[in-house]
């Protein structure tokens, strides 16, 4: 492909954003991307909804979420769990949002505050209080009376932010005004069974609203009026001192913005509930600056960044719909998107929760379905904390964005000409795209392809076309794309005082530790790793590669599943395997590799894990060996050359924590006779196929679970104050044989007079913790 093209026109100045913080520290935002200090800055959006997780345990996910590469918690403000009665605001517990923004705050990790007044979040009535119903006037609409029950949710929001802005000194870069107006709305759950859906829309905007996202091809008559209702919420915002950077509002289905004063974020979800199963066009690469998905967009794209808030690496299921997200799935999706030109990612949902109960009154979106507290979302980090398979693929890209970022920003995507005519269905052509600046860039490749059998591409090779030069990918001969595999290879980048012209390995970090840049890369199953260095380098250290010069170039070649390295002057090099790269973090300039997950609090360290044998390998090699509590360390062999390694042994409780019990053939006891003592969390496992799964304490209802062809976790370490003289109950209810959920499922049951349940197991699982100190 051909990618001496026009270099893209980057406008700036044009836009009523940007800020500086008391240190003078200063963020912009031009047509293409952010800027911190001047510099390209690309964000790593997470949304966690402080109200659905205890606040005991927020600061332990805020880590996790660090640990993930996630550089901006978002979070929404649910307005009907905060003004439950009118004018009686509760910011307290799981609603102190002060308290959440101040350990953001500690932990230094950026925020956005979702400020509603509508939010959706399958959310009881999209956020909005039940007593607003009943108003003479219509909710989200231009109303004066409306848009004064709006200044004082807004006059409390910027209480609870008041000195913890951006403008401060403090976290929140952002906020976020509304959410997708006249574009989408969540029906008032004041309503009647088998009664016809109401809305929350002002009936002016009924016609361009639909109940979740999708593509909008109406036209908004009233998008005029619009663009004024969002820029009454940016004046009522800023009213109240909540003065920041960056305003964000929905991008996506003709959704209302602030002209030239927010930034319209964007959405992809692949496995939605409220449509059928069908192959999505999210696998295909395109300029998605130009055209973003959902489209058509309410404003002038060229004239913002693209920047998505809701990617689904998830999705939440409800009663009659349940779709299955493949973790392998997400990461080709992200690829895809940076790949298309994106300069940001945004996680809907990043970290799942459960949504809370107030005097027996249940704020999931019940009349759609949703479970009545479980809002797990299939999320990279679970209802309860757990990390997932997804957790850590995506973490390998969060890495290369951190380090590569800055040099990613400013280039734009070139698409070749395969991809004009492509189609989900075309599974079998190589899906690729070019981000790139002069003569330097990276390339894009992913197979995958949701809800279609597909399979590898064998025996293919991509050609890059420079002003001045051809380059090949590999070097000589082809390569083979996995299933599921995703790709982003680097051309023509200065690393340090080494020129890499090419590379068939993923960046993935750079290290800056004693007195040396280390750049570490992963190899890909089915492609040959090699580098291609100027041949002016004097590669010193080769360790378990060939290295060879040809045309003018060291070609470094080492083995798939294989670790090798090399080194330039100061600058070295190392390429890992893939398994390898999902198994590290990076903390600081060190990169850790562990089966468990690794968080950083100051100083200290911890690894959380459900392994009772554990290792933990450090590259580069420490100066000293940590002190640990809760476990013991022990030195081993460096799996790394240059690198330290240790095991871990944590000590197993004498007795179980959790006791199981069976009373009926659908009902469990769970009992316990004892506290956590050194454990981090106990899960119960719950293995069983039926339509759904209650658990309750005391006769209340804790949380739920719709089956979805995965077993059920519920962490214990919230419930086990309550279970001191209490039990858990688990009820459990048979799946029948015409329910609509069945077309999500791939195994069914042999149904029996119409109906299957079977608890197949359950069990709980120790979850250990180590912390360490250096």
Known sequence: MNIDVPEKKITTGHLDLGGTNPSGEKIDVNSYYITLNGKPFVPVLGEFHYSRYPSTYWEESIQKMKAGGINVIATYVFWNIHERTEGVFDWSNDLNLRRFIELCEKND???????????????????????????TFEVRSNNEEY???????????????????????????????????????????ITYPKAKKEYTVAQKNAAVTHEQISHDNKNNLHGEEGKAHMATLKKIAIKHGIDVPLYTATGWSNAAIVDKGSIPVTAGYVYPFWTNPSPSSFYLFKDIHKTPDYSPASYNTELYPSIPAEIG????????????????SVLPLMVRIIGSGSNGIGYYMYHGGSTPIFDGKFYNEEVNGIPKVNYDFQAPIGQYGQTRYHYNSLKTLHMFLDAYGEKLAPMQTVLPKTNADIK??????????????????????????????????????????TVKETIRFP???????????????????????????????????????????????????????????????????????????????????GKNKEVFSFQNGKDEFIVIPYEMALKSTKIGDQLIFSEGTITSDGNQLSLVTRETNS??????????????????????????????????????????????????DRKYSITTTGKLDNLNDVYLEVDYVGDRGMAFV?????????????????GMKSFLPKLAEKEMVLIFHPLYKNQECLIFFSNLPEFIDGKFLKVKNIKSINEYKAIMSF
């Open 109 to 135: 990790i950026y925020l956005i505050v979702r400020m509603g007044p509508f939010c959706h979040g399958e959310m009881r009535n999209g956020g909005i209080p039940d007593w607003m119903y009943g108003r």
């Open 147 to 189: 848009f004064a029950y709006v200044d004082k949710l807004y006059e409390e929001i910027g209480k609870q932010c008041h000195g913890l802005l951006y403008k401060d000194g403090g976290p929140i870069i952002g906020v976020q005004l509304e959410n997708e107006f006249q574009s989408s709305a969540a029906p008032w759950e």
């Open 313 to 328: 690496p998830g999705i939440q299921v409800i009663y009659g719909r349940r779709p299955i997200v493949d973790p392998v």
């Open 424 to 465: 989900p269905e075309n599974t079998e052509t190589l899906r690729y795209a070019v981000r790139s600046k002069n003569d330097s860039g990276f390339l894009f490749m992913i197979n995958f392809q949701d809800h279609l059998e597909y399979s590898d591409i064998n025996n293919t090779s991509v050609e890059v076309k």
């Open 475 to 557: 070097n000589a001969g082809t390569f083979d794309l996995k299933k599921t595999v995703s790709a982003i290879f680097p051309f023509n980048l200065k690393l340090g005082n080494t020129t890499l012209k090419s590379a068939t390995v993923q960046p993935l970090t750079i290290l800056n530790a004693k007195n040396k840049n280390y750049y570490v890369f992963y190899s890909l199953e089915g492609i040959t790793p090699e580098l291609l260095i100027d041949g002016g380098a004097e590669l010193t250290k080769v360790q378990n590669a060939s290295r060879t010069k040809e045309k003018g170039y060291c070609i470094v070649r």
């Open 615 to 664: 290792q933990l390998h450090f590259y580069p090699d420490l100066n000293e060996v940590p002190k640990i509590s809760f476990a013991t360390l022990e030195k081993a062999k460096p799996m790394l050359l240059g690198g330290s390694s240790y095991k871990v042994v944590f000590e197993e409780p004498a007795e179980p924590i959790i006791q199981i019990k069976q009373v009926t």
């Open 698 to 714: 005391d006769g209340l209802l804790v949380t739920d679970h719709f089956y979805h062809e995965s077993k059920w976790e519920i």
